[in-house]
């Protein structure tokens, strides 16, 4: 259920309600393509090839067991 202003009356603080807000009173973020809770867009940085190598080994490392338990439990 919504109230006139379009706002869920459970919810205790919509963006605008709070007068120290940088955007204002009358500001509820509902204008297409503004979010109040937005960050720049940020490039972003090289790939690290050495944490991804360690996640899938890490991956393959644990399929290997549930290969084994799987093949020993429908034998």
Avoid: C, K, R, Y
């Amino acid at each position: 259920m919504t109230d006139e202003s379009g706002h869920d009356p459970a919810e205790l603080h919509h963006p605008g309600d709070v007068a120290g807000e940088p955007h204002g009173l009358d500001d509820h973020g509902d204008e297409h393509g503004h979010d109040d809770h937005a960050h720049a867009e940020e490039a972003l940085g090289p790939v690290d090839v050495t944490v991804w190598g360690a996640f899938v080994i890490g991956i393959l490392l644990g399929v290997v067991p549930a290969i084994g338990i799987a093949l020993a439990v429908s034998a």
